[in-house]
């Protein structure tokens, strides 16, 4: 646990007592604060006090005695309007902060040459891996490596910062609108493309929030940022020269170059085509964050390379999962969105899609450039039917269950005796029928064992 100072003896309200709601009361305790916590959950708040917590209702708390609000990142801070427990803070003159921002504060306190150092990723797409890839390279290297934030365990439970250590924090964009003096070493924008727009009051505020990763940028620190959207070229041109741009397509406006299995660096060229768990565009670009965040740290390019080529894969994304005959399934359960979902059919030339869940707006109208890739599609969930309208005459049909589409997909690939793959790439949320991407992923795995097949790996 990173205790938080700087709240010695006084009142600190603490809303949503979710992984990083609960973490942030321990880490705050640990530093001498005197956390008040609420949740609207009652299992929640008998938690808290078995803990020992004081759990209060801020609902009649007096809030003029409360020195913080340490918000729940999926308890919104504007739109679409802010939560109530904000009125109570902004009206008593009380300051609105979240877990990332009581991170940076409990590094900030510590003597400059005691500091460890902090990778920070965010983007729409793209953050986890690239973040459990960074996290994975300087582990290979030797450093004292902790890997957490959105991914994993919550910033505050990851181990006491030591000067030697390394944090690889994956934050959201819903975390940096509640900081205000996160200052990473390594600051990386993977890519912005519309989502979680109700929560930001639409693409400027979601851009600004993103934004925010880089606003106290130190004179060292290396900013990193994709630029094969307009959006994230924006934040570029925002930056100027502090800004190292990674492209995929355009060699005229990045430093970094990533294309399958090679990245262009400074005109050293990186070959990292053996490295099986890093297929496609996409992962191209993920590469080479992860090489240019590993060279800002100091670490050697041979080194380096070797720890993407050993990179074994995350867990429910582009992650093969089995082997029955000649068919492979691959879990992308990760993909809740069109956008994740075209990085992972971009990968395969040919493919068996399992698609659907709880439909995101647009739903999957942008992917029909890539339907003719698609050998047939086999639809569950909520999104069943406007997928299929979508699709129009691309094969498909509409399965319902993970269980059904799973069999249905692999029948239909095997049928045709050549090297097929099926893909679990949902371009959906997973919440009509399972609790998290995590759950669905899981159950796609569970059904493809289910056939007979046998376990696959990257490695």
């Known amino acids: 646990m990173i205790p938080v100072p700087g709240f010695e003896?006084?009142?600190?309200?603490?809303?949503?007592?979710?992984?990083?709601?609960?973490?942030?009361?321990?880490?705050?305790?640990?530093?001498?604060?005197?956390?008040?916590?609420?949740?609207?959950?009652?299992?929640?708040?008998?938690?808290?006090?078995?803990?020992?917590?004081?759990?209060?209702?801020?609902?009649?708390?007096?809030?003029?005695?409360f020195a913080a609000l340490v918000l729940s990142p999926g308890a919104p801070l504007t739109h679409p309007k802010p939560h109530w427990t904000v009125g109570k803070a902004r009206a008593a003159g009380v300051e609105v902060i979240g877990d990332i921002e009581l991170f940076a504060r409990a590094l900030a306190s510590l003597p400059r040459d005691?500091?460890?150092?902090?990778?920070?990723?965010?983007?729409?797409?793209?953050?986890?891996?690239?973040?459990?890839?960074?996290?994975?390279?300087?582990?290979?290297?030797?450093?004292?490596?902790?890997?957490?934030?959105?991914?994993?365990?919550?910033?505050?439970?990851?181990?006491?910062?030591?000067?030697?250590?390394?944090?690889?924090?994956?934050?959201?964009?819903?975390?940096l609108d509640l900081t205000t003096s996160f200052a990473p070493d390594v600051a990386i924008l993977t890519n912005i493309t519309p989502d979680h727009l109700d929560r930001h009051g639409g693409m400027e505020g979601y851009v600004a929030a993103k934004a925010r990763l880089f606003q106290n940028l130190r004179p060292w620190a290396t900013a990193l940022v994709g630029v094969d959207e307009g959006a994230g070229m924006g934040v570029a041109e925002t930056l100027g020269a502090r800004a190292r741009m990674v492209s995929t397509a355009d060699p005229s406006s990045a430093q970094i170059l990533a294309s399958p299995g090679?990245?262009?660096?400074?005109?050293?060229?990186?070959?990292?085509?053996?490295?099986?768990?890093?297929?496609?565009?996409?992962?191209?670009?993920?590469?080479?964050?992860?090489?240019?965040?590993?060279?800002?740290?100091?670490?050697?390019?041979?080194?380096?390379?070797?720890?993407?080529?050993s990179f074994p894969g995350l867990a429910h994304r582009m992650e093969p999962v089995g082997r029955l005959g000649r068919v492979r399934f691959v879990n992308d359960s990760k993909a809740t969105n069109a956008d994740a979902a075209r990085q992972a059919l971009s990968s395969y030339d040919r493919v068996f899609w399992i698609a659907g869940g709880r439909a995101k707006a647009g739903g999957i109208d942008d992917l029909s450039d890539l339907f003719p890739r698609v050998t047939e599609a086999f639809l569950i969930g909520e999104a069943a039917g406007p997928f299929a309208a979508a699709l129009g005459d691309t094969p498909h049909r509409i399965s319902g269950d993970m269980a059904v589409a799973v069999r249905a997909a692999y029948e239909a690939a095997a049928a045709t005796g050549r090297e097929e793959v099926v893909l679990l790439s949902p371009a959906a949320a997973s919440f009509d029928q399972y609790p998290d991407f995590e759950a669905r992923g899981e159950a796609f795995r569970a059904a493809v064992l289910a056939l007979g097949a046998e376990p696959e790996t990257a490695a």
């Open 9 to 65: 003896g006084r009142r600190v309200a603490v809303f949503g007592l979710g992984r990083s709601g609960i973490t942030a009361a321990r880490a705050l305790k640990a530093g001498g604060a005197l956390p008040v916590l609420w949740d609207d959950s009652v299992s929640s708040r008998m938690q808290a006090e078995a803990e020992g917590f004081v759990v209060e209702d801020l609902t009649v708390a007096d809030w003029s005695g």
């Open 114 to 175: 005691e500091q460890p150092r902090v990778v920070a990723i965010t983007g729409t797409n793209g953050k986890s891996t690239t973040t459990a890839l960074i996290g994975w390279v300087l582990k290979q290297a030797g450093l004292t490596v902790h890997v957490g934030g959105n991914i994993g365990i919550g910033v505050l439970a990851l181990p006491a910062p030591t000067a030697d250590a390394v944090y690889v924090v994956e934050v959201s964009s819903y975390q």
């Open 262 to 309: 090679r990245l262009s660096v400074d005109g050293e060229v990186v070959d990292f085509t053996r490295a099986r768990s890093l297929p496609g565009r996409h992962n191209a670009q993920n590469a080479a964050f992860a090489y240019a965040a590993a060279r800002a740290l100091g670490v050697a390019h041979d080194t380096a390379v070797k720890g993407l080529l």
